[in-house]
């Protein structure tokens, strides 16, 4: 059975500022119906606190900084912050940056996995763990009678210990999970457009440049394509009690866009 709780609380003792601070716990039992995974029970306790800008303090800022600090019975501990920012020069016009640290705990299957003759978690496995930057440009033009909203934004990534399969054991005939010891470096950019055609109808497209290499490699990441688009519609009309949507997604794993795939 999973569980968890959180608390939250919020305070503004001086003019220009709030703080927020919390605590997070979450149990997970590991259970799978086809997957064998051994019984076993985690759960993750988590201190977090942020303080934040109004704008009495600078007009059309807006301004963040936080942390948490995520403590897990099994695996080590991880500690994250991040900060923010967004200045609008106009109703249709902002600016926007971030930079921190992030991770991800392993899941069940990957610490307590044992299934015979296929895989086996490691329950020392380490938290991935990244350090990103993100900067982008964005607003609202008029294009006809629509209202386009577009954001282009620049990003980069460095993330270490990746949970994977890292070795074979004969004796059981099991891959086993660990850590890479090798680092990923992803930077590249992306666009993001969306318009309301009708009060009913709404359109929405995406595009992504990344260059992600790991270390002692000058070939594509395989987890991460070169370039991706993706284009959808979104038909919600106001008045009946149905609506439908449709998504389209292009990605190529070269730069040349040699092979790719398609999902609808």
Not at 17 to 40: K, S, W
Not at 48 to 56: A, E, K, L, S, W
Not at 101 to 120: M, S
Not at 134 to 156: C, D, H, M, R, T
Request: proline residues 5%; aromatic residues 10%; charged residues 15%.
């Amino acid at each position: 059975m999973d569980y968890g709780v959180n608390l939250l609380t919020q305070v503004a003792v001086n003019r220009g500022f709030e703080y927020l601070a919390g605590y997070d716990f979450q149990n997970y039992t590991g259970r799978d119906a086809v997957l064998v995974i051994e019984q076993e029970t985690e759960h993750v306790n988590a201190f977090f606190g942020q303080v934040r800008t109004t704008p009495d303090l600078i007009p059309d800022a807006h301004l963040a900084a936080g942390l948490r600090y995520n403590v897990p019975s099994v695996g080590q501990s991880a500690l994250v912050w991040n900060g923010s920012g967004k200045y609008d020069f106009s109703q249709s016009l902002f600016l926007k940056a971030s930079v921190g640290t992030a991770f991800r705990l392993p899941t069940d299957e990957e610490l307590f996995a044992n299934d015979p003759e296929d895989e086996r978690g490691d329950p020392s496995l380490k938290p991935e763990t990244s350090q990103f930057a993100n900067v982008s440009v964005g607003g609202v033009a008029p294009v006809a009678a629509a209202q386009l909203k577009w954001e282009l934004i620049g990003f980069y990534r460095s993330i270490k210990n990746l949970i994977d399969f890292q070795s074979f054991d004969t004796a059981t005939n099991q891959d086993v999970f660990g850590n890479d010891p090798a680092k990923v470096t992803v930077h590249g950019v992306e666009l993001t457009l969306g318009a309301a055609m009708t009060a009913a109808l709404s359109a929405t497209f995406n595009a992504t440049y990344s260059h992600a290499r790991q270390s002692g490699s000058d070939l594509q990441f395989d987890q991460v394509p070169v370039t991706q688009m993706k284009g959808g519609l979104d038909y919600h009309p106001i008045d009946n009690p149905f609506g439908a949507t449709v998504t389209v997604v292009r990605s190529f794993w070269t730069p040349l866009g040699i092979s790719g795939s398609t999902c609808i």
